[in-house]
């Protein structure tokens, strides 16, 4: 196995804030890993670090063998590295499918592709076409073709999140960091969810996920990384994390809802 993304030594300051300290960790081609960690740990800044919205004060993140360092986030997503967002925003408005059509504008015009040019080749009839195939595609493939000619608002919050999914395969990414995908979702979403997460894989696509849902994490990941206080505590499978006192103390010493977490990655080892 060869890693393809490598954080090393990462620190990320706001001000006199160290929200993130010498976070070191690798992912490997092909796999599943979580960040967990409570409220406030780094999780998001982490992710917002790799993805070129945060400069890291020290240390750099390379994908695929390149330096992330410096590079603003549509040049890494080029590279192939994608995201969701925590809190996904649709045009509730529009359609599903005008949703991921107005996506894809968006990206084929930042990708420097005008449509007027095309109109001026006579290409736009063909070019639309394309477009078109592909939102249905993508739909398709996170289950939402039922829904395309219902208004995204009409979606349940859960549904709207894959929208957000749909969107970041667009880019047709080498590797896929999402921020709490499921939160919003109930069992049943959830459970559907997984299974998308697993067929993302089995395409080829490698996961990074922050999730809060223990049984969630304890289930798909092959490995998790834990952050605490924006720091590394443990990094290891999901049998040997539940059981880490150094875990198990980081999500005690938080509120009732991260004393419900490690109870339930406690309650998934006898599942
Ligand atoms: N833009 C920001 N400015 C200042 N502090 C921030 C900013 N974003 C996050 N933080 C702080 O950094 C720490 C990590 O936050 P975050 O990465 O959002 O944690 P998590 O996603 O693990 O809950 C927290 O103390 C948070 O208050
Ligand atoms: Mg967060």
Do not use: C
């Not at 605490?228 to 103390?249: F, H, K, M, Q, T």
């Amino acid at each position: 196995m060869s890693a393809i993304l490598s954080v090393e030594h990462v620190g990320v300051r706001f001000g006199g804030l160290v929200a993130i300290a010498d976070l070191h960790f690798d992912v490997q081609a092909g796999e599943i890993v979580s960040l967990i960690g409570p409220n406030g740990a780094g999780k998001t800044t982490a992710f917002n670090m790799m993805t070129g919205f945060l400069k890291p004060s020290q240390g750099d993140v390379r994908f695929r063998g390149t330096s992330l360092k410096g590079l603003p986030p549509h040049a890494i997503t080029r590279l192939g590295l994608a995201r969701t967002f925590q809190r996904t925003s649709v045009f509730p408005d529009d359609t599903v499918f005008d949703n991921v059509m107005i996506g894809l504008h968006q990206m084929g015009a930042a990708a420097g592709r005008a449509p007027v040019l095309d109109a001026l080749l006579g290409r736009a009839g063909a070019g639309e076409r394309k477009l078109r195939a592909r939102a249905a595609a993508l739909l398709d493939w996170v289950g939402l073709a039922g829904r395309a000619q219902e208004k995204a608002g009409a979606l349940a919050y859960g549904e709207q999140r894959l929208v957000g999914v749909a969107l970041a395969l667009a880019t047709e990414p080498a590797m896929l960091l999402l921020d709490e995908p499921v939160s919003g979702m109930n069992a049943s979403e959830t459970r559907v969810f997984v299974r998308l997460i697993r067929q993302i894989r089995e395409r080829g696509v490698t996961i990074l996920l922050v999730e809060h849902d223990m049984p969630m994490v304890m289930e798909v990941s092959d490995r998790i990384v834990v952050l605490n206080y924006g720091r590394l505590i443990a990094e290891g499978p999901p049998d040997r994390i539940r059981s880490d006192p150094a875990v198990i103390e980081a999500y005690l010493g938080q509120g009732s809802a991260a004393r419900q977490a490690a109870a339930a990655a406690q309650e998934a080892v006898h599942a």
